[in-house]
T-cell receptor, first 113, second 113 residues
Framework: GAGVSQSPRYKVAKRGQDVALRCDPI?????LFWYQQALGQGPEFLTY????????KSGLPSDRFFAERPEGSVSTLKIQRTQQEDSAVYLC???????????FGAGTRLSVL | KNQVEQSPQSLIILEGKNCTLQ??????????LRWYKQDTGRGPVSLTI?????NTKSNGRYTATLDADTKQSSLHITASQLSDSASYIC????????????FGKGTRLSVIA
């Protein structure tokens, strides 16, 4: 596709359930980022990949959060044993090798009940 | 304390009027500063990117200014349109390249007829 695609758009999970959020970056984009955006707040950095290598995961809030990008394109953000405080919009962004602009997907809105 | 502070938190203006949004940051060292527009339910879209040495950059009716000495930036919107209603987020890049961006909480702009 022409842009960054995220799925699902909405996810409702029961507390304690595991969830997996998918990001399809723009074709050929080397770098991929995950952000968490709480209601009324700006996005906060979670983790960053360059190709398949996870170069920075300093923003992941706990060891329940895990991200992977095994083939350097599609990425999955997994949250284990979800808690209510995990409720947020999870944004994915990608950037090309030469560019500095991050292109964002529409996000996945996660609601943990 | 957030490293990127934006004001006002929200703003309502009449269609056709101009407005200016403010961003103060403490992030250092500083590489570049970006303004993003985020429509409700969508990911942020880049409006401008300014490096340390740039003072102003325009994108249509949007003009961003940067004073790296005082660590202040502004986004001026001219002749506002209903479609300008969105959150405007100021983002500071700590270093060049793909290192984490520090996001402000955004200013929620509503343009009314």
């Amino acid at each position: 596709g022409a842009g960054v695609s995220q799925s699902p758009r909405y996810k409702v999970a029961k507390r304690g359930q595991d969830v997996a959020l998918r990001c399809d970056p723009i074709s050929g984009h080397v770098s991929l980022f995950w952000y968490q955006q709480a209601l009324g707040q700006g996005p906060e950095f979670l983790t960053y990949f360059q190709n398949e290598a996870q170069l920075d995961k300093s923003g992941l809030p706990s060891d329940r959060f895990f991200a992977e990008r095994p083939e350097g394109s599609v990425s999955t953000l997994k949250i284990q044993r979800t808690q209510q405080e995990d409720s947020a919009v999870y944004l994915c962004a990608s950037t090309g090798q030469a560019g500095n602009i991050q292109y964002f997907g529409a996000g996945t809105r996660l609601s943990v009940l | 304390k957030n490293q990127v502070e934006q004001s006002p938190q929200s703003l309502i203006i009449l269609e056709g009027k101009n407005c200016t949004l403010q961003c103060n940051y403490t992030v250092s060292p500083f590489s570049n500063l970006r303004w993003y527009k985020q429509d409700t339910g969508r990911g942020p879209v880049s409006l401008t990117i300014m490096t340390f040495s740039e003072n102003t950059k325009s994108n249509g009716r949007y003009t961003a200014t940067l004073d790296a000495d005082t660590k202040q930036s502004s986004l001026h919107i001219t002749a506002s349109q209903l479609s300008d209603s969105a959150s405007y987020i100021c983002v500071v890049n700590k270093l060049s390249g793909n290192t984490p961006l520090v996001f402000g909480k955004g200013t929620r702009l509503s343009v009314i007829a």
